[in-house]
């Protein structure tokens, strides 16, 4: 059974990986993400520059979630899930509840390879293993308030070291602070679970 797909379009970054793997329409169109069953936030941009560019569809994106549609953020994407973050200024969506914040004592941005550890089974992980590798590119990272919905931690640093968030999970929201659609194959199997995910 096929599920309609948008993945929302800020303007930035280039989607046609993602668009290719989900089959997901390119939108920014209010329309279109009532209309969809499934909704991607991608993750290229500045906190407070995308959710002023969200402005128009925001209160749509948070009843899509609130109505129970799968929605994926991707890096950017997940961070705009939460109340507010380091990285400028203006509110987050709040459909998770916490912030973002930099990185303190590592070198930033973090950039790479890096090994996801896995703390508990979650549908958009199937068929992926602990420790495999995704690709990362970020200075901030999720803090949130409840760290049951953290399904997936990384390590970044060398003499110091910071364990963050880098797949969160709650009820019909999933975010990931890696680039799947960067990440190979394990990226495109994560992709292709939530293009699955059936309610």
């Not at 590592?106 to 508990?120: D, E, F, S």
């Not at 003499?159 to 890696?178: D, Y």
């Amino acid at each position: 059974m096929s599920f309609d797909t948008v993945i929302l379009d800020f303007g930035i970054g280039n989607l046609s990986n993602v668009q290719k793997v989900t089959g997901g329409k390119v939108t920014h169109d209010t329309d279109d993400i009532s209309r969809a069953d499934k909704i991607i936030l991608p993750g290229v941009g500045n906190f407070g520059d995308v959710m002023e560019s969200l402005s128009s569809v925001k209160y749509h994106i948070v009843d899509a979630a609130k109505e129970g549609k799968y929605v994926l953020g991707i890096c950017l994407g997940m961070q705009l899930f939460f109340g507010n973050s380091e990285e400028g200024d203006g509110e987050g969506l709040g459909i998770m509840d916490g912030s973002v914040k930099r990185f303190e004592g590592v070198r930033t941005p973090h950039i790479g390879w890096n090994r996801l550890l896995i703390r508990r089974e979650c549908p958009l992980l199937q068929g992926i293993n602990d420790g495999s590798y995704f690709y990362f590119v970020h200075s901030y990272f999720v803090q949130p308030k409840d760290t049951d919905c953290v399904v997936g931690t990384t390590v970044y640093g060398e003499e110091h070291t910071v364990r963050f968030p880098s797949v969160v999970w709650e009820g019909n929201i999933f975010g990931v602070q890696f680039h799947p659609e960067k990440s190979s194959n394990n990226g495109l199997r994560l992709l292709k679970n939530f293009r699955e995910l059936s309610t």
